[in-house]
């Protein structure tokens, strides 16, 4: 049963493929010079390569929020690998989810996800609970800036901070590392036995639409 896990945000590019208990994955930090689009197929197609060009029974890659380019990419191969398999099962989390569980294995600490709208602002996500079995695919979301983030864990200092883009300084205390190949998140988000029963009840977590252009939560209002 090989898993093929591919994940793309901002500069971060990962894969991962799980063949019976053997894991092969490679990660590309894009450059000034680079984009998604140059490396996130042949990424795939070395890694795939690696593990000797299984077939995949499941794809998974995160569907949103995110940068426009960095979703359209990604999405895309999604698209055509999953025209390439067609009988493969399809789990598409959304890049909270993925963060969430990056900063989890790294903390009991309740957890803020950010995301970087790339409009001045971030897109978070607060996580109270401290165990995965908890339905966190129905958490809030709101829009953070430098002021009313300082606010917030003014109010709230437990809570730790895992973002997909670099925060100033002044937040340092509260910052929890991303992890390098954030792939392999999609993987145990998948095989996780007590959230497995959750994804399979959504719809929008089996089919490779872009989660940033349907949810009105996710539109910056423009004055």
Known sequence: MPLLSFY??????????????????????LSSNTTQAKVFIPLIQKVWDQAGKPVPSVLMTARGPGAFTSLRVTLAAAQGLSLAFDRARLFAPTHFDVLYDAGR????????????????????RIYKENSLSQPFLTTETQIFQKENLKDFLKDHSEYKIIADFEMDETFAPFIISRPVNLALHQLN????????SLWEKQPDYQTFEPFYFYDPVYAKKIK
């Open 8 to 29: 793309s945000q901002d500069r971060d590019c990962s894969v991962a493929l799980k063949v019976k208990d053997q894991i092969y994955q490679d990660t590309v930090l």
């Open 105 to 124: 294995q790294q903390t009991p600490a309740p957890l803020l996800v950010l995301i970087d709208s790339k409009r001045g602002d971030w897109y978070g």
């Open 189 to 196: 988000l998948y095989e996780n036995p007590l959230l497995q």
